[in-house]
């Protein structure tokens, strides 16, 4: 039932104590150890954007590892430049011979002959502490991203990856001897040694790229090293350090690349010749960047594990995400320090992980950095309308699945390396930014134009079915059947169909506010045209007479749910039943071939179906079995205790960061355009709390929970508009027209008029 009524309205700032400003114990978050991590995905992680940093222990010897987000060797797929390469090639294997020898030989096989393109790392500072003895502690201060490193001796060490400059810094006190300081870089030239002893396959070496191995440039206090990858790429390291005191070691250092998108116009040497900041003064820009970016969004939870997890979640968010610099791949910032390419190249995986990534952003307030992913989306867009036209052989725009730095297929297992409906997904990223921010001129000159292109593109590459429906020629979803004959489909999985209908919805929308009537109505005949989405009594199948009928870890088939929202439990009881039957049958098959990303994708379905109780208990199996004590997700069952079958440790971060959003869809929720509070927390939290979280059309919303019950709403709106709310004092959807920065606050006294 819809009331219009009228909230009481302040025009002041928000000081009103709706909520507490701050979670209760801000020492409890980050991480704290108390002795430094020796193995390099357990390490203390730094970041800003554009730079990361591990910090661990290796042979007697504090490893500071240095990565660089836009440092990929980015030689071309000369297998994809064949006449050969294209859809209608891979349909006519598919359907007519009923082989894909052809097509593995074209698309897949290719990854085990050339392991580039790839991310590729950049070395390490080390530091010889083993005359420092025993560490007393290890603490990574996540409000101001400091590690503090404490011996037992007394010497204290300080390190942060500055998050206003590009540069890194480090300081030790108190030092009772003499420390050293050296960088060690990447092996790329093969000498028989320790490179080969690894213990990963020889496909992942970095001696398989090619390169020799760079110079080195050593002074007093400085070194350079400057190390030449594929083509006109190359980076460029340099270090420099002072010793005011015999007890003080303080330095600091950058990392510059030339040849890509995202190179500075000067290299790292010169930069730091110039560069003057001392220790404290580099210190200052830092913590004001990180205090102004906690103050865009906090929370308090009940659940001590669930609140600092979120801390972490948001801290590693922040250190990987930031304007100007490439947006979060599997690993962002964080390449392995292992003598190795990283897992799956480091690449962008369009599937999936990229995704996953930014969906905490929006309503946690972060949108300039969740606006990352698109400004990169945006800056690839040419590239995919290039790969549309080769591979699909028609206009509009598909981005590879998976992908380089610069948007361009790498290859692997063909039905989802080459999916057809990839820009779907991506597409819900600029829908988004947009309805979060309610920023027309984003809209206008950059959602709407990208969309626009994916809805074209599967205008041009459908055909009409005997029923005059509209399908794919060939289909697929995620990982079904692997990269066997039968993963690919002749009627359009619920998957690809899932981001077809939401590209046209969304393009309709967006079409609509802009005032282009014409294109609306044609978008929505488009959609018509479509068929509806699959299900049996099991729920949703993966395709028309094809069920789920194994476990598996990507919920794919689902994907119209959640995160499009074009199936919800608010649309009635036929709804409700069917998405409620979709998540009982995957639970029901087991968790044998989950990794950790499932739990926390499954938790955030719970949360839309207002289970909070089955949220937790899923977030707590991801955080305890499938996460390293720094808080990466490994993706295997860490603890062997039956929650998978898979017991590896690959390191990718989508799991994390969907873990961050089911605990924020548990608090709110306005993808349906109606505000609901707390909509999801288990039945025995007493007090929860969050501070302007992000709302759908521009709202900022606090609210108050204590003893049971909601205490108190703010809202401030943004933008304007028309405000949309389930009032939980009076449990009926109300709605008033704002205007810009106006606040309005909800409490059980507030006076309500007709």
């Known amino acids: 039932m819809k009331n219009k009524k009228f909230f009481i309205l302040f025009l002041g700032f928000y000081i009103l104590n709706v909520i507490p400003l701050q979670a209760k114990d801000q020492k409890s978050h980050g991480l704290q150890f108390s002795t430094i991590p020796t193995v390099w995905d357990e390490a203390i992680p730094l970041g800003n954007g554009i730079m990361g940093n591990l910090l661990w222990e290796r ?30 090639f891979v349909c006519d294997e598919v359907i007519h011979n009923k082989d894909l020898s052809k097509v593995r030989a074209l698309i897949d096989d290719r990854s085990r002959k050339d392991c580039a393109p790839t991310k590729i790392p950049v070395g390490a500072i080390e530091f010889p502490i083993s005359g420092l003895g025993k560490v007393k502690k290890v603490d990574l201060d996540i409000h101001t991203a400091v590690c503090t490193i404490t011996w037992e001796c007394g010497a204290i060490g300080r390190f942060f990856t500055c998050a206003t400059d590009k540069t890194g810094h480090f300081r030790f006190e108190n030092l009772p001897i003499t420390l050293s300081i050296d960088l060690q870089t990447p092996r790329f030239e093969d000498n028989g040694s320790s490179i080969q002893r690894v213990s990963a396959p020889r496909t992942h070496l970095l001696t398989r790229l090619g390169y020799k191995n760079g110079q080195m440039k050593r002074r007093n206090n400085s070194i350079v090293y400057r190390q030449k990858a594929y083509g006109k790429v190359s980076y460029e390291v340099a270090l420099k350090w002072e010793t005011p005191t015999s007890q003080i070691l303080e330095g600091s250092y950058c990392i510059t690349t030339q040849g890509t998108w995202y190179s500075e116009t000067v290299q790292a040497a010169d930069f730091m010749k110039e560069y003057e900041k001392d220790f404290y003064t580099a210190l200052e820009e830092h913590t004001g960047w990180w205090n102004a970016y906690w103050e865009k969004c906090r929370i308090h939870l009940p659940d001590p594990v669930l609140e600092n997890q979120w801390y972490l979640e948001m ?22 320090d292992n003598g190795q390419t990283p897992p799956w190249r480091g690449d962008f995986h369009n599937d999936l992980n990229t995704q996953l990534s930014y969906w905490p952003g929006y309503s946690a307030n972060h949108l300039e950095e969740s606006g990352v992913f698109t400004d990169w989306l945006w800056k690839i ?30 290859g692997g297992w063909s039905p989802y390396s080459h999916q057809p409906t990839t820009s779907g997904w991506l597409a819900h990223h600029f829908y988004q930014q947009w309805k979060y921010g309610a920023d027309a001129e984003f809209l206008k000159n950059r959602a709407y134009p990208w969309v626009k292109e994916a809805a074209r593109y599967f205008e041009n590459v459908s055909v009409k079915d005997a029923d005059n429906k509209r399908k794919l020629p060939l289909s697929s979803s995620p990982e079904i059947n692997d990269n ?64 789920l009928t194994e476990s598996h870890r990507h919920l794919s088939h689902m994907l119209a749910f959640h995160p499009f929202g074009l199936l919800d439990v608010s649309q009635g009881k036929e709804a409700e039943e069917l ?93 349906t355009g109606i505000i609901r509070v707390f909509p999801a927390i288990p039945e025995g939290w007493r007090e929860v709390g969050f501070n302007k979280m992000r709302a759908v059309g521009g709202f900022l919303v606090s609210a108050d929970y204590r003893n049971g019950r909601v205490q108190g709403i703010t809202i401030l709106s943004e933008k304007g508009g028309v405000l949309k709310i389930l009032n939980p004092f009076t449990n009926q959807i109300e709605e008033r027209s704002t205007k810009p920065g106006e606040i309005i606050k909800l409490t059980p006294m507030s006076l309500v008029r007709k």
């Open 381 to 410: 867009k040419d590239n995919g309308e290039d790969f549309t036209r080769r591979f699909f052989k028609v206009s509009g725009l598909n981005v590879p699945c998976i992908a380089t730095l610069e948007g361009k297929a790498i």
């Open 59 to 88: 042979d007697g010897n504090l490893r500071l590892a240095l990565d660089r987000a836009d440092l990929w060797d980015l030689r071309p797929v000369k297998e994809f430049d064949s006449p050969t390469y294209s859809y209608q």
């Open 315 to 336: 801290y590693k968010f922040g250190a990987a995400s930031r304007k100007e610099a490439p947006p979060i791949c599997l690993q962002a910032v964080w390449t392995a």
């Open 484 to 547: 066997e004959l039968d993963a690919w489909f002749q009627q359009t999985t619920n998957y690809d169909l899932a981001n077809i209908r939401f590209t046209y919805t969304a393009a309709a929308e967006m079409a609509d506010a802009l005032g282009l009537k014409e294109e609306a109505a044609y978008w929505h005949r488009q959609l018509a045209e479509w068929p509806d989405f699959a299900s049996d009594s099991t729920g949703l199948t993966i395709a028309p007479g094809y069920p």
């Open 579 to 671: 998405i409620k039957r979709s998540i009982h049958h995957v639970e029901e098959l087991g968790n044998e071939f989950w990794i950790g990303y499932t739990y926390a994708w499954l938790a955030n379905m719970y949360a839309r179906v207002f289970n909070g109780d089955a949220a937790v208990r899923n977030l707590h199996i991801f955080i305890k079995a499938f996460c390293s004590p720094n808080s990466f997700h490994l993706n295997g069952d860490q603890l062997k205790k039956g929650y998978t079958s898979f017991t590896y440790r690959p390191f990718t971060l989508e799991g994390n960061f969907a873990c961050a959003s089911a605990i924020q869809e548990m608090l709110l929720q306005s993808h």
